[in-house]
């Protein structure tokens, strides 16, 4: 069964940083791509970044030279570094891994004070 737990989230003023991780188990061999999405209150759940195996990644217009995609395939790990944090940020954060069928981590809040 697999399974994401994610971790890092929390609050920070505006242009602070914050590191999130996401750790996928329960997968046996390479996952194709992984990504992180948000959802703000009243809003729908929109892409944020995702990263192939490959290393190519693609990031939202409103997230470009802010945030940064990584991961390391031998730990089935994803990992997002925001910098320069805005409070139109603030949204719950969830993980997202494409291996043979799509799963979503269970989020985690992450709040920008102005």
């Known amino acids: 069964q697999v399974q994401l737990v994610e971790s890092g989230g929390g609050l920070v003023q505006a242009g602070g940083s914050l590191r999130l991780s996401c750790a996928a188990s329960?997968?046996?061999?390479?996952?194709?791509?992984m990504g992180w999405y948000r959802q703000a209150p009243g809003k729908q759940r929109e892409l944020v970044t995702t990263i192939t195996s490959g290393g190519s990644t693609n990031y939202a217009d409103s997230v470009k030279g802010r945030f940064t995609i990584s991961r390391d395939n031998a730990k089935n790990t994803v990992y997002l570094q925001m910098n320069s944090l805005k409070p139109e940020d603030t949204a719950v954060y969830y993980c997202?891994?494409?291996?043979?069928?799509?799963?979503w981590g269970q989020g985690t809040q992450v709040t920008v004070s102005s």
């Open positions: 329960g997968i046996t061999w390479g996952i194709n791509r």
């Open positions: 997202n891994v494409h291996w043979y069928s799509e799963y």
